[in-house]
Structures are given as structure tokens and as C-alpha cells.
């Protein structure tokens, strides 16, 4: 794989604001989430609360790591199949783009929007 960012552009664009929310990148829904269920996990003051916070972060750390090694050997990583490959390569039709686009829409805005 590789190189799919020029004949993928918006499959590309989902994934990329999808990766940026997962890992809890600032102001994306992701980010709010997960500083809230650390933050209460944390407030607990029990075993098990610590617990969950520690696994928690470890979690949360290596989410980027794994995230990001999905996205770019396939989108902007040099390219490497055939050429035939590539031609029959396309974006998403219409009716399946359009709930990625409300849910791109959601992870961007609905965490901040939440917290005012």
C-alpha cells in the first residue's frame, strides 16, 4: 500500500480527523472524553480507581503509536502497487460519505461544544 492520500483525498481526510480523535488530540471529541474518564477514574481515591487511571494512561499513550502506524504507510508512505491497482482505486460513493462526514463533524465539534 502506500501513496493513497492523491487518489483517496477524502477517505483520507476522514481518517485523518478519526486518528486525531482517537488520540485525544486537544479540542477533538477524543480529547474531552478521555480527560474525563482519566480525571474520574483518578478522583476515585480507591485501588481500583488508581488502577484504572494507570491503565488508563498506558493506554492512552500507546493509542498515537498505533494510530498513526495504520494512517501513514497507507495514505502518504511512497507507493508501491501496480499501476492497475491504482486506477481502480476510488473514494467513497455518495450515500457512504455522507455519514462519515457527519461523524467527522461530530468527533471535530460535539466534545467542545459539550464542555461550554
Known sequence: MGGLASSLPFTYAMMLIGSLSLIGFPFPTG??????ISELAYTKYTIS??????????S???TP???FRSLFPTFPAPT?????????CHDAPI?????????AFGSLFVGYLAKV
Open 31 to 36: 480529547f474531552y472524553s478521555k480527560d474525563v
Open 49 to 58: 480507581g488508581n488502577f484504572a487511571f494507570w491503565l488508563g494512561s498506558v
Open 60 to 62: 492512552v499513550s500507546s
Open 65 to 67: 503509536y498505533h494510530s
Open 80 to 88: 508501491n502497487p501496480f499501476g492497475r491497482d491504482i486506477l481502480r
Open 95 to 103: 450515500p457512504q460519505a455522507i455519514p462519515s462526514i457527519f461523524l
